[in-house]
Every structure is written in C-alpha cells, then in structure tokens.
C-alpha cells in the first residue's frame, strides 16, 4: 500500500479519542491529533508551543492541594491553594509575582547549637506553625530562598523546622554575619478534608466567591486586599436548605442573570434553585431565597428523569442564551423558553 502524505493546517479540535480513529467522515477528525506533546491548539486553529513552567513555591508542608482561580479582572487575579484545612494565595503581580507573604521582618542574628537553627528577630510576633521565607543572609546562605516552620517561638527569637514541619540540621551551616528578613506566608484557615477538595464546586463575583460541598454548608471567600480575606458560612433568608442535618446541602453552584443558583442535594438531587433577582436599586439579592411568582422572586425547580434512575446534578455551567445543568446521564439547557430569555420563576424551560 502507498504511504499517504497530507499536510494538516488546523489542530483546533485537539486531541481525539482513541474511538475517533476510524471516525474520517466527521470534518474534526481532520482538526485535531491522535497525541499532542508540549503544544496548545487554538480555537484559530494554530498549535503553538507551551509555555515554559517555573518552580513558584511547595505546597504548605507539601501537602496534596487543589487549585481554584479567582480573578477580579484582568489585571489582577489569584489561584488558591486549598490544601486539608488551609487556603493560600498566589498573585499574577507583576512587580511581585507569586505567593502572597506579609511585610518582612528584620533578621538581626541566626545561630546553630546541636544542629537547631535559631533566628533572632525583635518582636517578630510568629506563631508556631507559622511559614515563612528567607531572603538576604549574609553568612548563613544556606537558609536563603528557601521557607522555613517556626518552633519553639519567644517573642524575639524562634527555631526553623523544614517546609515539611520536621527538624532542620544545620551542623553544616555557615557562620551568620549580618542582615537578612522573614516574609510569613499568608495563609488563612478552611473546614475542608484532603477527600472534599476534588469536589469543591465555586462560583464568584467580584470580591466574592462561593464555594459548596454536599458534605457541609456552603461557605463564602471574601476578598478585601492581597492580604486580607475571610471564609466560612452564612445566612440565607427563607433558607431552602434548612440546617442541613439530612444532608441538604447543595453540590453546585453558579451566578447567571442576576441570580445565584444552586443545584443537587442530597435530598433532593435533580432540583435547582435560584435566588431572588437585582432589586430596584440594583443591588443583589443572592443570599434571598423567598419564593414567589413574581419574576424577581426566588423559585425552586426539579428536572424531569430522563430515566429510571436518579439523576444527581453535579454542576451549573453559564452559557451566552441558556444555564447547563450538567448530570451523569448527560447536559440540559434551561432558559426563559427561548434562548437568551430570563429564566423566572414562572418561565423557565429545561430540555
């Protein structure tokens, strides 16, 4: 058989199944590649070449972590690190790219005795289990650039413990000779297990974020500067969660026309609701679950099985004309009957 040579332009469609092999009649099998290595395809349809990677800093005590991006607008945006218990934060900064660290502290003097690190710093106000990074020893250069567990803090000295909260050796460390500072890492604390973090579900709006789990009460991530920022749980008026002893605890979440949506309890896993619309001001309503008839008002809707089982809704999707309801038997669209019309509570078609 002759050897066939073709040259492809477009690349837009990506990598294909491996079902798509003998799939020729479909216009994407001559878009896309069996195998993509170190390039992106373009919805353009170029393939370019990936970006480098570079090494930004260890997960705190280099747990397990899952990312989420939060991004206010284009020139200033974050990925946290959700790790069991901790959320940390990276910027895209230009001037100061990566993790976010408070102001330093001045270093004045770091000795070794048994092999215990000790670093001198008038009124650092650390805590135990504090992280923080070393920057600008003379001397003692093997503790430069790199973070470090506080130990056996006092109020102007404490011990280094590695980044994974075990003993440091430093037998081997140069003499200190002067300078140097601590930046601590800001961290903040959250209620999720190792097991709860793949199956986060978030949805934000400007400082706000909303972050849900079936196993516990939707939480909310505010953002007030670089360095300031607080979660943990809320109020919602005519609550249609109740206390959430049964398990009625959403799964999914999303902002679409004005309102805040949730989807999937356990209790009731194939309904969504949706919050009360802007009021006349303007102003959100999110956290406003009064159900009413009128088309501002909060409602409830439960899908239709499209079979004989019971179809969790895993997660809510805005689109440009519809909201996608997305479950394991497959995708629904609603919207206000026709494409791109307010979904209400007395309006609303999924199919």
């Given at each position: 058989?002759a ?8 690349w837009?469609a990506?990598e ?28 353009g349809?170029?393939a ?20 989420i ?18 959320i940390r934060?990276y ?26 690190v ?7 106000g ?17 503790l430069?650039n790199?973070s ?10 404490y011990?280094?413990?590695d ?7 430093g037998?081997?460390f ?13 961290e ?9 973090l793949?199956t986060?579900k978030?949805?934000?709006n ?36 109740g ?15 004005g ?59 805005p ?5 996608a309801i997305?479950?394991?038997?497959g ?5 206000g ?15």
């Open positions: 058989m050897e066939i040579s073709i040259t492809q332009k477009n837009a990506g294909l199944s491996p079902k798509m092999r003998s799939r020729d009649d479909l216009p994407v099998y001559k878009n896309g590649a069996e195998r993509i290595v170190n390039f992106i395809s373009e919805n349809g170029p370019r070449f990936r970006a480098g990677f570079q090494y930004a800093q260890n997960t705190r005590r280099h747990a397990s972590a899952w990312l991006p939060f991004q206010f607008n284009d020139a200033d945006a974050y990925e946290l690190e959700f790790t069991a218990g901790w934060f910027r895209n900064n230009s001037n100061n790219p990566g993790i976010i660290t408070l102001s330093p502290k001045t270093i004045t003097g770091a000795t070794v005795a048994g092999g215990v000790t670093i001198a710093s008038s009124a650092h650390y805590s135990n289990g504090d992280e923080i990074i070393i920057n600008g020893i003379k001397g003692m250069t093997q430069n790199r470090f567990v506080i130990t056996n803090k006092s109020t102007d000295a011990d280094l413990l980044s994974y909260g075990s003993a440091l050796d037998s081997a140069s003499a200190y000779v002067s300078g140097g500072t601590s930046s601590k890492i800001y903040i604390a959250n209620t999720f297990s190792l097991a709860e793949p986060l978030y949805a934000q400007a400082d706000t974020m909303y972050i849900v789990v079936r196993s516990q009460a939707p939480v909310k991530l505010v953002r007030t500067s670089s360095t300031s920022w607080a979660i943990g749980t809320f109020s919602r008026t005519s609550d249609p969660f206390n959430g002893t049964l398990g009625n605890w959403p799964g999914a979440v999303v902002f679409y026309q309102r805040l949506y949730y989807g999937g309890t356990n209790d009731y896993p194939q309904s969504i609701w949706g919050s009360k619309t802007l009021d006349s001001s303007g102003n959100p309503q999110y956290d406003d679950f009064t159900l009413g008839v009128n088309a501002g008002d909060a409602f409830k809707f439960t899908l239709s099985p499209i079979s004989t089982k019971v179809d969790n809704i895993w997660s809510l999707v689109c440009l004309n519809f909201l997305c479950t394991f038997q995708l629904s669209k609603a919207d009957g026709t494409a791109g019309v307010a979904i209400t509570p007395s309006n609303i078609n999924i199919t």
